[in-house]
Each structure stands twice: as C-alpha cells, then as structure tokens.
C-alpha cells in the first residue's frame, strides 16, 4: 500500500519541541526508508539519550527513593502488537526494550526488575545505575524540603517525610495543623486531605519540567503507522508507580486504518480516561483530528478541572492537531512539505 491522493507520507509528530528526535526519526523513514516502527524507535532513542528535558531516558526524574526507573511503550498500527516495559531499573534504552518485547515474546507489558532481566539478556548494556548527579542533588535537596511536595494523600505524616501511614481525617487534621503551626503557617492555607483538595495540590507537582513524555506518530512511506512513547516519570513519585507512559490507549494509539495520537501530561490522571484510544475512536467515526483532540481533553477537564495535559492527533492522510488543558502545549511536525522540523502551539 501506497500513498493515496491526497495523502503526503511520510509524517513525524512528537509531543513538545524535541526537534532533534524528530530529526531522527525522519531520516530514519524518508532518508533510509524504515518502517514506522523502526523510526519511532530511532527518534526516541535520541530523545532518551539527550535527556530530553530531563524526563525522558537516564538521569532524571528521582522517585522517593531517589532512584530513576523508566517506562516506555511502542505500537505497530498495521499488526496491534504492543511492546512496553514499566518501573524498569538498570537498563538505560527504555524504547528498545519496549520493541524487543513486542516482537520477542506474546506479553504485551514487562514491569520492574524483571523488565530489566529480560532487556539484558535479549541483549541491551546494562545493568547500569540510571541516576546521575543532578538527579542526586534534586533528591537530596527535595529531602531537605521534608519531602515536600510529594504524592501522598490522607496520611500521617502529611508535611514530612515518612515513613507513612493511613489515618482517619480527624487524626490527620490533628497532625497537619501541629505541622503547619510548627512552621509559623496560619490556619486557612492548607489541605484537610479531601479529594478535590489533594487534586488540587498534586497539579501543582506537575509540569513541563518534571513530569512529560516523548510521545511520538511516524506513518511511513507506504502509509503504516507506529507509535512509540519514553519517560522516566513523574519526580518523587511513590516507589513502584507506573504512569501513562507504557499503557496503549493513554500515552500513545495507533491504527493503520484510522490514525494516531499521542498524550504527555498528569499520567495517574489520564489513564483513567484513555485519552488516545479515545481520539483514534473518534476520528474512525468521522471526527477531524482537531475536534478528536478537543472532545478527548474537555473529557477529562469536566471531571478533573484542574488536570494538566495535551494531546496530539493525527489521521491517515497526515493531518494533525493539538489540545490541551492547563498549559500550553507544543508539538513537533515534519512531513515531505517541510524544509524543516516545525513547532505547533496550542494554548487551552
């Protein structure tokens, strides 16, 4: 299968302006005319091995721990297979690990250590300590800061450092206003743990530079389409947690018949609503990109309006959009029109 009329292939699309992985993932399919699936790998290796806002590959996001672990996923259109591994320690090529899942066994996700045994012996370097000094001097500072903020909620001890415990809202009030006179902060200017008040605060944890995702679309030259997503996470997540990053239908989907779309932002959020699985559905129903975009995000809002995230989409002709909610949002485009990668803006 060729393009068809209308059509312009082949096309790159990456959340945020990670040009040079777009760059990558470009030549990989024009100039050396790789599959879809070998691009998206290429452009997010790139993306892993520059660290990419330091939330993507190695060195950055430390858990409470203070160890860096990461999740990544990729997504053959034209098959269904996925491959992702989630939480993986000591193997420092999240992406490449996802592919050898997808095409080196029938499992569709590979969690934690054991994601890293089975990296190492198909092959990938490692075992390697994935922190690196600056994500040391962010952890050790954020302990000095009574590990504040963090994602916690309805524990004891609510403004310092665990080890943590559940509590009854009474016996937490207790203990948040002691914290909070201790550190001269007057009644009126903190949370009692309810749900939409611990919503609140944990937006404030996320942003650009210490929660996102490389979520990248290539259709290649004979119109196929991939997926491929990397992050190291959100910064002082609770040990364990897995975000959007490695689930198909939330940071990433794909179909040859329909199109694709990718997703960064407040992941423990938009995994709930599988925000890209929900834009490919819609444009296969006659949606254009942009409005797919748009429904899949005022979703979300109506339920968290405090939620901060975006989506790409981008149909099987090539023709792409953005949405997003509490930030703006940017994504990078090439395609065969294009002297270069170009930078989209959407705003809320």
Same mark, same amino acid.
């Given at each position: 299968?060729?393009?068809?009329?209308?059509?312009?292939?082949?096309?790159?699309?990456?959340?945020?302006?990670?040009?040079?992985?777009?760059? $990558?993932?470009?030549?990989?399919? &024009?100039?050396?005319?790789?599959?879809?699936?070998?691009?998206?790998?290429?452009g997010c290796t790139t993306c892993e091995e520059l660290r990419c806002d330091g939330?993507?590959?190695? /060195?950055?996001?430390?858990?409470?721990? /203070?160890?860096?672990?990461?999740?990544?996923?990729?997504?053959?259109?034209?098959?269904?297979?996925?491959?992702?591994?989630?939480?993986?320690?000591?193997?420092?090529?999240?992406?490449? @690990? @996802?592919?050898?899942?997808?095409?080196?066994?029938?499992?569709?996700?590979?969690?934690?250590?054991?994601?890293?045994?089975? $990296?190492?012996?198909?092959?990938?370097?490692?075992?390697?300590?994935?922190?690196?000094?600056?994500?040391?001097?962010?952890?050790?500072?954020?302990?000095?800061?009574?590990?504040?903020?963090?994602?916690?909620?309805?524990?004891?001890?609510?403004?310092?450092?665990?080890?943590?415990?559940?509590?009854?809202?009474?016996?937490?009030?207790?203990?948040?206003?002691?914290?909070?006179?201790?550190?001269?902060?007057?009644?009126?200017?903190?949370?009692?743990?309810? &749900?939409?008040?611990?919503?609140?605060?944990?937006?404030?944890? %996320? &942003?650009?530079?210490?929660? =996102?995702?490389?979520?990248? +679309?290539?259709?290649?030259?004979?119109?196929? %389409?991939?997926?491929?997503?990397?992050?190291?996470?959100?910064?002082?997540?609770?040990?364990?947690?897995?975000? =959007?990053?490695?689930?198909? /239908?939330?940071?990433?989907?794909?179909?040859?018949? *329909? /199109?694709?779309?990718? +997703?960064?932002?407040?992941?423990?959020?938009?995994?709930?609503?599988?925000?890209?699985?929900?834009?490919?559905?819609?444009?296969?129903?006659?949606?254009?990109?942009?409005?797919?975009? +748009?429904?899949?995000? +005022?979703? %979300?809002?109506?339920?968290?309006?405090?939620?901060?995230?975006?989506?790409?989409?981008?149909?099987?002709?090539?023709?792409?959009?953005?949405?997003?909610?509490?930030?703006?949002?940017?994504?990078?485009?090439?395609?065969?029109?294009?002297? =270069? *990668?170009?930078?989209?803006?959407?705003?809320?």
């Amino acid at each position: 299968m060729g393009p068809a009329e209308g059509q312009s292939f082949p096309v790159v699309v990456s959340t945020w302006p990670f040009v040079e992985a777009v760059r $990558a993932a470009w030549r990989s399919v &024009n100039d050396r005319g790789s599959p879809a699936v070998d691009a998206v790998v290429d452009g997010c290796t790139t993306c892993e091995e520059l660290r990419c806002d330091g939330t993507v590959g190695p /060195g950055g996001s430390p858990d409470e721990n /203070g160890e860096t672990t990461l999740d990544a996923l990729v997504m053959n259109g034209a098959t269904m297979e996925v491959g992702a591994v989630a939480a993986m320690r000591y193997v420092k090529d999240g992406i490449k @690990a @996802a592919k050898l899942v997808m095409e080196y066994t029938q499992h569709t996700l590979l969690v934690g250590e054991k994601a890293s045994v089975f $990296a190492i012996s198909m092959g990938l370097p490692g075992p390697t300590n994935l922190s690196s000094p600056e994500s040391i001097e962010k952890w050790i500072k954020w302990k000095e800061n009574s590990c504040q903020p963090n994602f916690r909620k309805n524990v004891i001890p609510a403004y310092d450092c665990g080890p943590y415990h559940f509590s009854n809202s009474a016996s937490t009030a207790l203990e948040n206003t002691c914290r909070l006179s201790k550190n001269g902060i007057g009644e009126g200017n903190w949370s009692d743990g309810n &749900n939409l008040s611990s919503l609140e605060s944990n937006s404030k944890l %996320i &942003n650009l530079h210490n929660h =996102d995702t490389i979520s990248m +679309a290539v259709i290649d030259k004979m119109g196929h %389409i991939a997926v491929g997503t990397s992050t190291n996470g959100a910064t002082f997540k609770i040990p364990g947690r897995v975000g =959007d990053g490695p689930i198909a /239908g939330s940071s990433a989907y794909a179909d040859d018949e *329909v /199109g694709a779309c990718g +997703a960064t932002g407040d992941g423990d959020i938009m995994m709930r609503f599988l925000p890209c699985y929900q834009v490919v559905e819609s444009m296969r129903r006659g949606m254009e990109p942009k409005d797919a975009a +748009a429904d899949a995000i +005022a979703r %979300i809002a109506r339920k968290y309006p405090h939620f901060v995230g975006a989506v790409f989409a981008l149909n099987k002709i090539g023709t792409h959009a953005g949405a997003c909610h509490g930030w703006t949002f940017q994504y990078s485009v090439r395609n065969p029109s294009m002297d =270069d *990668v170009e930078i989209f803006t959407v705003v809320p």
